[in-house]
């Protein structure tokens, strides 16, 4: 026999109200930009409005999660979207690079409270970063905007 679930959560895609910070790592720009352009159409697409989105570019993807933390502490968004694409090299560091922004980026969330949802690429090719920001593969950019939104909607629930 199945219990009653007295209380569910879940947020919402619904960005109407909700303000966001996005960083964008310069480094794979071309690539970056793409990804940009998919966070905020999806983001728009859910009822937010451009004037509602602040955009911050710094040098490349190890500084995101600085720039992440100081929007963080300003306060003035509901969410915040972190993009870059690391293409992996002949040497490990593109995976040292990713596992520390990603780490970096989950302990700015927790600590502020704000979701800060992980948009980093990372690609062994550049064919694969090609496929992550907007082609066959979807957009990397407007996967964690839809996360973004649904987040900032369960926050406000919870």
């Known amino acids: 026999m199945k219990k009653e679930i007295k209380s569910v959560f879940e947020g919402e895609l619904d960005a109407k109200g909700f303000r966001f910070g996005i960083v964008c790592s310069r480094f794979n720009e071309f690539f970056v930009s793409k990804l940009l352009d998919g966070a905020i159409d999806t983001i728009t697409r859910h009822g937010g409005k451009a004037d509602d989105i602040s955009v911050a570019w710094v040098p490349g993807s190890a500084e995101l ?13 509901d969410a915040l979207i972190a ?9 490990p560091h593109a995976s040292h690079i990713a596992t520390e922004v990603g780490r970096s980026l989950g302990k700015i ?10 948009g980093l690429v990372t690609a062994n090719n550049i064919e694969q970063a090609i496929e992550r920001s907007g082609t066959k593969a979807g957009n990397r950019g407007a996967a964690a905007a839809l996360a973004a939104i649904e ?8």
């Open 151 to 158: 987040m900032a909607n369960l926050l406000k629930t919870l």
């Open 83 to 91: 993009l870059g694409v690391v293409i992996q090299g002949a040497t």
């Open 109 to 118: 969330s927790l600590d502020s409270g704000m979701p800060v949802i992980n």
């Open 65 to 77: 999660p600085l720039a992440a933390a100081t929007l963080a502490s300003a306060k003035k968004h």
